[in-house]
Structure formats: C-alpha cells, structure tokens
C-alpha cells in the first residue's frame, strides 16, 4: 500500500524476456550496444531479460522499456506488449504506459511578433501604393489621348495652296496662315547608319584643306556646308548621305574616294 511498487511473479525467466535475450543474442549485439542505442541503462535491459520489473524505476516504465528494446531489435512490439497486458502475475500498473513528452512549439517572443507586425505593414503600404499608382495612371490616359486628339498635324511640305487658302479666309473656318514648312537644311550630311564609318573628307578635292578626319559612331553624322567636297570613305555601306534634305546614293561598295556636290556623290578619279 502507501503507493509503494510491488510485482508478484513466478520464479524463473519469462517468455517476454527470454525473447528479447534470445533475439538479442541471435544479432550478435551485446547489451552495452543495446543500452547505447535507446538510452536505457544495461541494469534495466538486463532486469526485462530476466523480468525482474521490480528493478525498474516504476510500473509506468515497463511498457515503455519494453517496447523501445523490442523496436531496436527489429520485433513486433505490440506482440510483446500484448503479452504483457495477458499475464495474470502482473500488477495491471506494471502495463501502463507512461506519456511521451512532446515538446511545446515555443510561440513567438514580443519583439518577433513586433517584427512581424511591422514587416506586414510595409507589405500592406507597399500594396496600396502600387494601387494608387496603377489607378492613377488609369485615369490619365483619357485625358492624354483627348490632349493628343487636339494637336494640329503638321503642314506638310509645298502645300502651298493650302497656306494660301488659309490666309485668305475662303473656307471660313480660320484666320490664321498656317506655319510654311521649314527649309531643308544647307550643305552635306554624311551618317554612320548601321555602324561606324570612317571618314577624311577635304574641300575641293585630295589636295584640298581638311575639315574632317575621325572614325563616325553608328547613329551619329556630321554636316559641311561646301559646295564640293573630297571625300575617303572606310566601310561605306554603313554611310547615309543628305544633300539638301535629299538622300544621295554613295557610290563605293568598299574603302575608296568619292566626289560629293548637292547634285550627288561620284567615284573621284
């Protein structure tokens, strides 16, 4: 009584024990091995061997004993312990199994949850932002369109007849003379187009001054105003040609020397 622990068993090994010996032995694994692996001390695998229960550190113990050293043998624990539940000379105590302890999930401190709360605010702001922005922008269009439906096209070049016409009111619908169109600019107008040329050109001809001697960057150009120029021309089929707002043929399909006027380009002789 006075919660003391008392097993009342007959003399002599039982069957529980004796398999967990026998299995044990037939591995070949010594009981130090046994002990290692589940973390239970050899006095208390030897005591299930020989089912001294009362050697344990309670009743609760050898349900839990005896399933960890039947696992690790490779046996059906269940069998074992069923057994164990069917013996008459055992205290129903000695088959109760003791709760496993299971570690609580730890919650977040104050400062994670601080930390947590913050980071889903910035979320939600950055959220609210985009929006505003893409709201925003939704109703700008409308206006941007009716603002570009208002612009007057340009005039386009040599109507003449319908500056004049404009200036003279026949249509009734406008006062003003519309904007005459802007005159091509003067002189010559060498561009790199599809990629770098290079360039020496002189006025006149080989033997004139030089006003231009430089490799030409894809997308840029350079403009003289002389009437006739000398011109040597490195890649040639990168180079684009203007002469009073005309394109003019270059007439070089590889390195060579041309003559350039308003009125064209020709091969210098």
Same mark, same amino acid.
């Given at each position: 009584?006075?919660?003391?622990?008392?097993?009342?068993?007959?003399?002599?090994?039982?069957?529980?024990?004796?398999?967990?010996?026998?299995?044990?032995?037939?591995?070949?694994?010594?009981?130090?091995?046994?002990?290692?692996?589940?973390?239970?001390?050899?006095?208390?695998?030897?005591?299930?061997?020989?089912?001294?229960?009362?050697?344990?550190?309670?009743?609760?113990?050898?349900?839990?004993?005896?399933?960890?050293?039947?696992e690790q043998l490779g046996l059906d624990?269940?069998?074992?312990?069923?057994?164990?539940?069917?013996?008459?000379?055992?205290v129903p105590d000695v088959v109760m199994?003791?709760?496993?302890?299971?570690?609580?999930?730890?919650?977040?401190?104050?400062?994670?949850?601080?930390?947590?709360?913050?980071?889903?605010?910035?979320?939600?702001?950055?959220?609210?932002?985009?929006?505003?922005?893409?709201?925003?922008?939704?109703?700008?269009?409308?206006?941007?369109?009716?603002?570009?439906?208002?612009?007057?096209?340009?005039?386009?070049?040599?109507?003449?007849?319908?500056a004049h016409t404009a200036a003279s009111?026949?249509?009734?619908?406008?006062?003003?003379?519309?904007?005459?169109?802007?005159?091509?600019?003067?002189?010559?107008?060498?561009?790199?187009?599809?990629?770098?040329?290079?360039?020496?050109?002189?006025?006149?001809?080989?033997?004139?001054?030089?006003?231009?001697?430089?490799?030409?960057?894809?997308?840029?150009?350079?403009?003289?105003?002389?009437? /006739? =120029?000398? +011109?040597?021309?490195? $890649?040639?089929?990168?180079?684009?040609? *203007? %002469? @009073? !707002?005309? /394109? =003019?043929? +270059?007439?070089?399909? $590889?390195?060579?020397?041309?003559?350039? *006027? %308003? @009125? !064209?380009? /020709?091969?210098?002789?």
């Open positions: 009584m006075g919660g003391a622990f008392t097993v009342t068993i007959k003399t002599g090994m039982g069957d529980v024990g004796a398999r967990l010996r026998d299995e044990r032995e037939r591995r070949g694994i010594g009981i130090d091995e046994i002990e290692a692996e589940t973390r239970i001390r050899a006095k208390f695998l030897l005591a299930l061997e020989e089912e001294r229960f009362d050697a344990l550190p309670g009743p609760a113990y050898v349900r839990a004993f005896v399933r960890d050293y039947a624990p269940q069998a074992l312990l069923a057994e164990l539940n069917a013996r008459p000379d055992l199994t003791p709760p496993r302890h299971v570690d609580p999930v730890p919650l977040l401190d104050r400062r994670a949850r601080i930390a947590a709360w913050a980071l889903a605010a910035v979320l939600a702001a950055v959220l609210v932002a985009i929006a505003i922005l893409l709201l925003g922008s939704r109703g700008a269009s409308p206006g941007g369109g009716a603002q570009a439906g208002r612009t007057h096209p340009p005039s386009t070049a040599g109507s003449g007849t319908g009111g026949s249509t009734g619908t406008t006062g003003t003379t519309a904007p005459a169109a802007p005159a091509p600019p003067a002189g010559v107008q060498f561009a790199a187009r599809t990629g770098s040329v290079w360039l020496s050109v002189r006025e006149g001809s080989a033997t004139g001054r030089v006003l231009y001697q430089n490799t030409l960057p894809a997308g840029h150009s350079v403009r003289f105003s002389r009437r /006739r =120029l000398w +011109v040597r021309v490195g $890649a040639p089929w990168n180079l684009g040609l *203007t %002469a @009073a !707002g005309h /394109r =003019l043929a +270059v007439p070089l399909h $590889a390195t060579g020397d041309m003559l350039v *006027t %308003a @009125a !064209g380009a /020709r091969p210098a002789a």
